[in-house]
């Protein structure tokens, strides 16, 4: 049963162009998933926070500890949790992609970095107002 859901998912991968046929993740796909992902979602909690930067400053630093200290899994929990409380969509994508190790683990890196973008973008754009 594992072997077919394994295989399924590998066809799903491949279809959505998130894996190539060699097996190797294509890091442009993940990235746009990972900034489609990221923008409303750390929008809302910019929104939710009342613009408090010191409060995406905290979820970037708990993902990052979590990233750096290999807990993928609770990380794409917190990111599902987060998700549902915002009332937005948790991309199919994403809950396709996380269950392939290397495409998980980029497609979290790159979260990582979009956080981090916005993070600069909503700091600049609080001081010029």
């Known amino acids: 049963m594992d072997t077919i859901k394994t295989s399924t998912n590998r066809n799903l991968l491949l279809d959505k162009g998130i894996i190539l046929q060699s097996g190797v993740i294509c890091q442009d796909k993940i990235n746009l998933i990972s900034g489609a992902m990221t923008a409303p979602l750390i929008e809302a909690i910019w929104t939710f926070t009342d613009y408090d930067t010191e409060a995406i400053k905290r979820i970037l630093a708990i993902f990052s500890h979590l990233y750096h ?16 409380v915002s009332g937005l ?41």
């Open 69 to 84: 200290g290999g807990h993928e899994a609770e990380m794409m929990a917190i990111l599902r949790i987060l998700y549902d």
């Open 89 to 129: 969509q948790f991309s199919e994508d994403v809950e396709l992609l996380a269950a392939h190790p290397d495409a998980r683990q980029y497609f979290l890196f790159s979260f990582l970095l979009d956080i981090e973008d916005f993070i600069q973008d909503f700091m600049a754009g609080s001081a010029e107002e």
